[in-house]
């Protein structure tokens, strides 16, 4: 059975509909975008040394989404493995381009040095789920 005109159309209409639906969404604001967290464990080695660091890098991670999640001194409950025994900030972004734009942005990058030699720490981003 050869198809019709009428079903040639109908077929290159609801491509073109579907097509249309597919590029609106991927360009709806955290449409397909998963958010990411940057996640440091730390020891403080200085205590004073690290007050610049502290008193400045929320105002450095702000502009590219960054809100905290957790910051630092709280009650830690270990359940699994070593006992974490410094503190640990989570740092919640909208995507892993902006956390990664923060990390190496001009700003943060000022005080970064400050933090490495005012504390031992681990440091990495990770993607999160889709909202």
Known sequence: MKPNLSSK???????????TAAIARAQEPGASQKPAYYISEFTVTDSEGIKPY???VESTFKP???????RGGGDIASL???EQRGRVVIIAFDSMEKAQA????????KLRPIRHKSATSRVFIVDGVPN
């Open 54 to 56: 502290s008193a400045q």
């Open 102 to 109: 923060w990390y190496n942005s001009p700003e943060y990058s």
């Open 80 to 82: 699994e493995g070593a």
């Open 9 to 19: 159309l109908f077929l290159s209409a609801a491509v073109a509909i579907l097509a």
């Open 64 to 70: 590219f989404s960054g809100r905290y999640i957790v």
